[in-house]
């Protein structure tokens, strides 16, 4: 069996594309190149890697098999070609990373400075909902991971390294508003607008209710911070979100914090990645960048 870079890149982008014509923009090829390239791998391969079904690429089971792999060559090579440029002094390459949608508040900026101290390198941000990071985690699709709630279920390296306080927040007139001692007793006979079960905060939230020792009315479950707020200030309920996703700028979004006991709730970002992926050079400069910027 016989097959060069060059296929198996055009393959991998076939998979992550979900069409020939997607595959050649990726790789940067015309499409008839581009299909000539993957019916040469699909002849040397010796089975059918892949089938059209109403203009949408399915991948088979053997071709699932082979975009894990060639995913698992290239990670490595461009792994190595980076390490080959840090040793000249370069630093350029291929980036890749994903985080949760509430990481979007921070995590855009520290890469926009980072690109703006590294122009050469290729990055690529993934914001998704917690399982859909997990998932990309899973499958090692990334340089490494930012979420507040890693699976308890895999083998890690997680490292801590901002905090995220998780705050209260009410309609800007609500009864509860300027009270310095808001009770557990208070916010058991209120409504509350709170993320999607799965989320992170909402696993923070379950938690922490849990031990106040109340369980919240829940009027609503939404699968944004910014629906959220928006849900709170129309008078909805209370909601509980990232203090990242506030800015600063509570009154102007007919908002206020309130005071209520046990809050903000603690939590953590964390980086993650497989235990035992190796590191690329860019991840770890990425990585010390992000550390930098918040001063840990």
């Avoid at 890469?111 to 690529?124: H, K, M, V």
């Avoid at 985690?137 to 990334?142: G, H, I, K, P, V």
């Avoid at 944004?224 to 709170?232: D, G, H, L, T, Y």
């Avoid at 309920?237 to 506030?246: E, K, N, R, Y």
Wanted: charged fraction near 25%; glycine fraction near 8%.
């Amino acid at each position: 069996m016989h097959a060069t870079l060059r296929q198996l890149r055009l393959f991998l982008a076939l998979a992550d594309t979900g069409s020939v014509s997607g595959a050649a923009r990726a790789t940067h090829v015309t499409q008839p190149t581009a299909s000539m390239q993957l019916r040469e791998l699909t002849e040397s391969v010796g089975t059918p890697l892949y089938e059209v079904i109403s203009r949408r690429v399915h991948l088979t089971e053997v071709g699932r098999d082979l975009a894990e792999t060639v995913r698992r060559i290239t990670g490595e090579w461009d792994g190595f070609g980076q390490r080959i440029d840090a040793l000249k002094g370069l630093t350029r390459g291929r980036l890749s990373i994903a985080v949760v949608s509430t990481a979007k508040y921070f995590v855009p900026r520290m890469l926009g400075t980072f690109c703006s101290r590294y122009p050469e390198i290729d990055a690529s941000l993934v914001v998704l909902n917690r399982d859909g990071v997990v998932e990309r985690l899973q499958r090692n699709l990334d340089d490494f991971y930012v979420m507040s709630q890693p699976p308890a279920d895999m083998e890690l390296e997680d490292r801590v390294f901002m905090p995220n306080p998780l705050v209260l927040i009410a309609p800007l007139r609500h009864p509860l508003a300027g009270s310095d001692a808001v009770t557990a007793r208070d916010l058991a006979a209120e409504s509350f607008v709170l993320r999607e079960r799965g989320s992170g905060t909402r696993m923070s939230c379950d938690r922490h209710f849990r031990k106040l020792g109340i369980r919240p009315r829940i009027r609503l479950e939404l699968g944004s911070n910014e629906a959220v707020k928006q849900a709170v200030a129309g008078g909805l309920g209370l909601g509980v979100v990232s203090a990242h996703s506030l800015d600063g700028h509570l009154p102007e979004a007919g908002l206020c914090e309130l005071k209520a006991e046990g809050f903000p709730i603690d939590s953590q970002w964390h980086i993650v990645r497989p235990r035992g992926k190796r590191h690329s050079p860019l991840a770890d400069a990425f990585e010390q960048h992000l550390q930098e910027a918040v001063g840990t």
